[in-house]
């Protein structure tokens, strides 16, 4: 395949005299960590922002059918880290050609770092910095978490980030805690849960139930919400530099002006909405409503926590057999003997109506009285007029024999 863009083709700057990684890695600590207040109010913050193509390219060339990103580290040592910076940078920032991008390179032209991931295949791949945090890889999802869920859970509220990534601190692990990457695991899953089970809290289940470990499982959700930013990024109007850019002649790619840079959110609401967006995209072909569908189907009581929910009342319903077809109340009746119809039930001591049904109107008496107050086996004879309570203990051992087959095989 040949193109008539290169790499040097795209580059429309210079390097700034004097660049160095202590320049670089300064300037990118002090947007790290967000300290305006006008910047923190719910109407702003969080935020999530995209740098145009137009910084490095008058002209893209845009995959027709690109592959599914994936996320690759790299370590950007101090050494290496303006000359890491750039070439990433430039890469990352054509996310449209996708796949294609290795083809815009001449073969000692791509950094070795990157040479060495993607080789000469097409493969559409975006860069970041290898951190032990792993706040790059996780950037979009750390950027959807509303201030007050980042305090509950002792997360700092960062900048507002971009993507793609095209420059970050040398170190960025240092201004975060230590355990970052599970911090932001929890405050994720209380930020996504309402849209995976929203009639019962988070604290309802176990640690180990499948639910909760999907919700707390931040490489699932990557892929969703990459998508949902391209989508929103396609919906970018095009810059304006009077350039037309002509077709390539390529398979597979058109050349157009490159979109322009801007917000991709902004503020609570507009996070709130990509945050439902990533769960449809979970969802794309039904892939996320059948995990949550398979694992509700074979729920097991581990999955619970000591707390009570929803989710558990229903599944000891289940359980026990004890969900009720009809709506039943009970009204109590002086001075006269409970009657009990066939098409009632007595709910919570396990006597269903279809149950009732199959027994005689002795036996069936039986069971009303014994669950209308009466204790003795005595009070039942005298109210059924038997002389003594062995015509009672003998139905009694009918009527157990009659449940225990009738309640097994339900």
Known sequence: ????????????????????????????????????????????????????????????????????????????????????????????????????????YDDEELAAELRSVVGFEETNVAFVPR??????????????????????????????????????ALDVDSHLP???????????????WRHLNSGSPLSGFSKDDPIRLLAHNLDFWIPPVTTVVQEILREFPLVDNGIDPTQPGCEGLTAARPRVSGDLWCGEAEAAEVVEQTVEAADSGGRLRGILEAVRANRVEDDFSDRWSNARIDFERKLHRTRSKVKVRFVELTDTIPVQGPDTEIEGRLVSADFLALLDPPNRQIVVLLTSGYTKLTEVADVLGYRNHSAVSKRLKQIRDQAARFFGDL
């Open 1 to 104: 395949m040949t193109s008539t863009f290169t790499a040097s083709d795209l580059m429309t700057t210079e390097d700034e005299p004097g660049l160095t990684a202590e320049k670089i890695d300064r300037s990118a600590r002090r947007g790290l960590l967000e300290s305006r207040p006008e910047h923190l109010t719910p109407g702003v913050f969080p935020r999530m922002w995209a740098m145009s193509a137009g910084t490095v390219s008058n002209a893209v060339l845009r995959a027709e059918r690109p592959f599914p990103l994936e996320y690759v580290t790299i370590p950007f040592s101090a050494t290496k880290f303006v000359e890491l910076t750039s070439a990433v940078g430039i890469w990352n920032l054509l996310w449209e050609t996708a796949q294609f991008r290795v083809h815009l």
């Open 131 to 168: 951190t032990r945090s792993r706040y790059y890889e996780y950037s979009p999802l750390a950027h959807l978490i509303p201030g007050g869920t980042l305090d509950r859970f002792g997360l700092p509220r960062l900048c507002g980030g971009h993507w793609p990534f095209v420059v970050g």
């Open 178 to 192: 230590a355990d970052f990457e599970t911090r932001l695991a929890r405050a994720w899953a209380s930020t996504v």
